[in-house]
């Protein structure tokens, strides 16, 4: 009690207590559809996520499966993830499951740890304006806008009204099999429209990695930006300078690892978002190679395979370019080949990567594919043996494989690990052993060539 008297002179509602209503953020009653005729399969729906939200409901909460999920059940696809939205607190969340963990602090959520799947819980959030005249628009933003404080909790509707698009606001309930929708996303997913809840521009200060979103929805999913949503993108693009870079470089791998990388990164080009989001980006998307373009193509493919795909063999792919030109001019100016690499290596991070600070678990991924490459060039000895029992092996072998079929590497050498990789002991010992021969006869002849003098060269002219 004393915790809802010190909040309410505040101005803040008590935690888990939504806000008074404001018309700012009123929203129209839900429409409801039977999810059946809507043409949503039951049997894609995560039986982690459905007994998530049977829990929540049978204990007296909303339990409904919220935003991106609902639109791919609509479109007929099998979410990889489900989110949850309740009125429950994240601390009566947390009570209520035995493996839950409550994270964040700008937006405080819960992971529910079912079997080997993890189901997000958010608390139905207040539209940022509620919040606004809470609390004070100067505590909820930053100078351009940007929303810094978003754990003030609402209703199911302004839960719906703080969403950035139509097609992310749909609610589902996976126990009675109904869809609320308050903004017509339903139909807009039938039209393959993408559009902005609320005024565009407003929302992209709010959040201007919302730009972002938009382009990778719109690729990813094929739908059409709405001419509001789309007018205000070039002049936001600003917005993003004030977004933390370890988000800015999060929302990035998104995008190239969205299943239409290639779109994503064409997208940002045409917006000219590349120069903003990153700036080594430019170079890359400006006038891309063969190799990333195969890099992108390959991990497209991956995705849409539902394979996975790994952050530091992309990056390794997309900053190869760079690498290697610096590494060969080392070696070109003198430095061995080994310590050239490490440090063109360590060049290529501070330049090229330095402003997003990378996990070191994959800087040291992309060190291991770029390491691997040179080990790759030497098909002599007891080295190829050794090779194929690499941990990161197969990694290194599938970018030489790229980088041959761009025009990067030999075709020969790539061919010549993909029969001894897969060849059996004799295989592997006759290759060995043809590479001895091939490597004696040319020593052979240089030696046989050295020999010849000068003076015998005049005498035979």
């Known amino acids: 009690m004393i915790t809802q008297f010190i909040r309410a002179l505040m101005g803040k509602p008590a935690t888990g207590k939504p806000p008074a209503k404001s018309k700012a953020n009123k929203a129209s009653p839900a429409t409801q559809y039977k999810a059946k005729r809507l043409g949503v399969d039951s049997s894609n729906i995560s039986r982690a996520a459905y007994s998530v939200a049977q829990t929540l409901q049978n204990k007296g909460f909303a339990g409904l499966i919220v935003g991106g999920a609902v639109r791919d059940l609509m479109l007929g696809m099998r979410p990889k993830d489900f989110d949850i939205a309740t009125n429950a607190t994240p601390e009566e969340v947390k009570r209520l499951f035995r493996r839950a963990f409550i994270i964040g ?4 959520i819960v992971h529910v740890m079912v ?14 304006q509620a919040q ?28 719906a009204a703080r969403r950035d698009f139509t097609v992310n606001a749909l609610y589902y309930d996976p126990v009675a099999e109904i869809i609320y929708d308050y903004f017509d996303g339903v139909a807009d997913v039938k039209a393959k429209m993408l559009r902005m809840i609320g005024d ?27 001419h509001a949503s789309e007018t205000p993108i070039r002049g936001a693009a600003h917005l993003l300078k004030d977004v933390p870079e370890a988000r800015l470089f999060m929302e990035f791998m998104k995008l190239v690892m969205s299943g239409q990388a290639l779109a994503c990164l064409q997208a940002l080009h045409q917006y000219g978002l590349h120069r903003v989001l990153w700036r080594e980006l430019a170079a890359i998307v400006d006038t891309p190679s063969a190799f990333v373009e195969a890099v992108l193509c390959a991990t497209d493919q991956r995705v849409q395979n539902d394979q996975s795909v790994s952050p530091g063999f992309l990056l390794a792919g997309l900053c190869w370019d760079a690498f290697d030109q610096r590494w060969q001019a080392l070696i070109a100016g003198g430095a061995l080949p080994m310590p050239a690499l490490h440090q063109a290596a360590d060049e290529v991070f501070a330049q090229k990567l330095g402003q997003f600070g990378v996990q070191r678990k994959i800087e040291s991924d992309m060190r ?20 194929v029992e690499h941990p990161r092996f197969r990694a290194g072998y599938d970018f030489l494989l790229l980088r041959a079929q761009s025009g990067n590497a030999p075709a020969e050498l790539a061919q010549w690990w993909t029969d001894f990789y897969h060849g059996d002991e004799d295989a592997r010992a006759n290759l060995l052993q043809a590479i001895k021969k091939s490597s004696t006869t040319s020593t052979r002849r240089r030696r046989k060539k050295k020999a010849i003098s000068p003076l015998a060269t005049s005498s035979a002219e």
């Open 115 to 128: 079997g080997g799947e993890t189901i997000e819980v958010t608390t139905f959030r207040a539209a940022p």
């Open 368 to 387: 291991e594919i770029w390491d691997l490459q040179a080990r790759l060039q030497k098909t002599t000895g007891k080295m190829p043996l050794r090779m």
């Open 200 to 226: 565009p521009l407003t929302r992209y200060r709010e959040d201007p990695v919302r730009i972002l979103r938009a382009l990778r929805f719109a690729a990813k999913l094929n739908f059409k930006l709405d």
């Open 105 to 108: 602090r700008r937006f405080r």
């Open 132 to 159: 606004g005249q809470n609390r004070g628009q100067a505590q909820m933003t930053g100078r351009s806008g940007r929303v810094l404080d978003d754990n003030d909790f609402g209703s199911q509707s302004e839960d």
